[in-house]
């Protein structure tokens, strides 16, 4: 039971299977069926390995009838092993050594005469050593009925010149195998080289060897049979275990053979190899859910959730999952309990942008997303991100209620937690809303003043700090201190040009674009922008 549960879950492994055939052999020794079938079982699971020559010799060792053994030359003849080479040459020294009637089934064996005939004829060899004139004789298991023109006049022993042509005719028919195989072995051998550790270990892999084994499975994938492929996929997952890439690229391969294998692949990494990774249990979740296995996809991504809490990706996956089946009810059912979970104020607004977002594109309720936000802002005030999400949200409702975001915009600008960078370009922004929604322009008038104050503020914070780096700079120089210079303050003309400066960084929001003041383009944004920055008033 011990062998039967190693052999199931490394099928590839040759030694285990010969330790479990060398123990099956010593209590069962009378079960010569059994064996066999112990051994078929390990060369359909493993007998493709390019490393699986120590079971195929076990076998044909092991086998005592002389047509079966003929008949596994010829199986591993046409596999590419290490040992090809050993085949052949033991192949030959089978056929050397029997007699070709002993190693060859009675159909083979008169198939292969009648050829030998035909040849001789077509030659026309008269060498009366090699065939009597007359049908050719029967050569079979004593008490064998003789079919009809084969009986053996001479007793039923060829001669040796017919055996040695029957036994040439063997080899050279091998031999074409051989050759075919020795092209087959060559174009994998510097894969195989270049494999140094094909065993499990803790240790990562090198960047080398994880390559080499891409590139190995990419060309088998595409030059070899699917068996093949299949063994050298499990040979990987025994040096990849730990490396979920590989995982996933085997369970896509087996997607267009056997959806069974595939939730075995998958089974396999996320429950023994790669319990705590999200990226192989999330693949696994979306393939039932594409099968239509909702509760499977569930079940994992719950799993997950369990053994490694807190992953947003996780948290938004079962509720994409849940939003898909339609489970409404659901979906806001998780945002709340993440919302209040959350481990931090960030993730808590992050989770409530997505909740608000959910209730204004899939529940229609802009109120209620309306309060989910007004909640976040309370809890995370020096969120900007909130403040955005939210005036994207009034931007999208028709009509836009002009009162709402003027509400949202000063409740941002007189928050204490934004810098004066912030506050400017927000302010420039609010300018940009009242010119394209505003239907009154004192409003208008009050924000422009309130935004050169700020522009003015901006500026003078600038100035002053660039002021204090000169000094440091300054003070931090290693000339003596007779040869340093006094610092002083910013002439007027450097003062304008920082003051443009900072107008031009900060002062207008994005939408305008950039200023050079060396070489403005003539455009009426930019001159718009220019008279802003300039303290022009224009209302």
């Given at each position: ?14 030694e ?29 699971a493993a ?93 079979g ?18 001669d040796t ?88 690229k ?33 693949a ?84 209620a ?126 003062s ?6 900072a107008?031009?960084?900060?002062g ?14 003539v ?17």
């Amino acid at each position: 039971m011990v062998y039967e549960t190693g052999v199931k879950t490394i099928p590839v492994c040759v030694e285990l299977w010969l330790h479990y055939i060398s123990f099956y052999v010593t209590y069962f020794v009378d079960s010569t069926e059994d064996i066999r079938k112990l051994y078929e079982r390990a060369i359909k699971a493993a007998g493709t390995d390019f490393r699986s020559d120590k079971l195929w010799d076990s076998y044909i060792s092991w086998e005592k009838d002389l047509p079966n053994v003929t008949s596994l030359h010829d199986r591993v003849l046409s596999i590419p092993t290490q040992l090809y080479r050993h085949h052949y040459d033991s192949f030959k020294h089978h056929v050397e050594t029997h007699h070709p009637k002993e190693i060859l089934s009675l159909d083979d064996f008169l198939k292969l005469r009648k050829e030998i005939v035909n040849k001789t004829i077509l030659t026309g060899d008269d060498d009366e050593n090699v065939l009597d004139e007359g049908p050719p004789a029967f050569i079979g298991p004593p008490g064998l009925e003789v079919p009809p023109g084969m009986e053996d006049t001479e007793g039923g022993k060829c001669d040796t010149d017919e055996a040695i042509k029957l036994k040439d005719r063997l080899i050279s028919t091998r031999e074409v195998m051989y050759r075919k195989n020795e092209e087959e072995v060559s174009k994998r051998w510097n894969f195989e080289e270049a494999i140094k550790r094909p065993y499990f270990h803790v240790k990562p892999l090198e960047r080398g060897q994880l390559k080499n084994w891409r590139e190995y499975l990419d060309w088998e994938i595409q030059n070899g049979t699917h068996e093949r492929v299949v063994v050298l996929f499990e040979r990987c997952m025994i040096a990849c275990a730990l490396y979920e890439d590989f995982w996933m690229k085997y369970a896509k391969y087996m997607e267009d053979h056997s959806l069974d294998a595939v939730r075995t692949v998958y089974s396999r990494a996320c429950k023994i190899h790669l319990p705590k990774k999200p990226y192989i249990h999330m693949a696994w979740a979306s393939f039932e859910e594409r099968q239509g296995n909702y509760d499977g996809a569930y079940d994992v991504l719950a799993t997950l959730e369990k053994s490694v809490p807190g992953l947003i990706m996780v948290a938004m996956r079962r509720i994409s999952l849940e939003r898909r089946r339609g489970n409404l009810a659901t979906v806001e059912t998780f945002f709340k309990d993440y919302i209040e979970n959350a481990a931090s104020p960030e993730i808590a607004s992050f989770y409530s942008i997505k909740y608000a977002r959910f209730l204004l594109k899939i529940k229609v309720d802009p109120e209620a997303a309306r309060e989910v936000f007004k909640q976040a802002i309370e809890k995370d005030m020096g969120n900007l991100k909130l403040y955005l999400q939210t005036l994207d949200l009034e931007y999208q409702c028709t009509p836009v209620d002009e009162e709402k975001v003027n509400i949202l915009f000063e409740s941002l600008l007189n928050c204490e937690n934004f810098s004066l960078e912030t506050k400017a370009k927000m302010s420039q922004r609010k300018l940009e809303f009242l010119e394209d929604f505003c239907t009154d322009i004192k409003k208008l008038k009050d924000a422009y003043d309130e935004h050169q104050k700020l522009m003015k503020d901006l500026h003078t914070e600038r100035k002053k700090r660039s002021y204090d780096a000169a000094n440091y700079t300054q003070s931090m120089s290693e000339e003596p201190p007779e040869k340093k210079q006094k610092s002083e303050p910013p002439t007027n003309g450097a003062s304008e040009s920082m003051s443009q400066s900072a107008g031009t960084e900060h002062g207008s929001y994005p939408y305008w674009g950039s200023y050079n003041e060396t070489k403005p383009e003539v455009t009426p944004l930019r001159s718009l922008r220019k008279l802003q920055n300039r303290n022009v008033s224009f209302y």
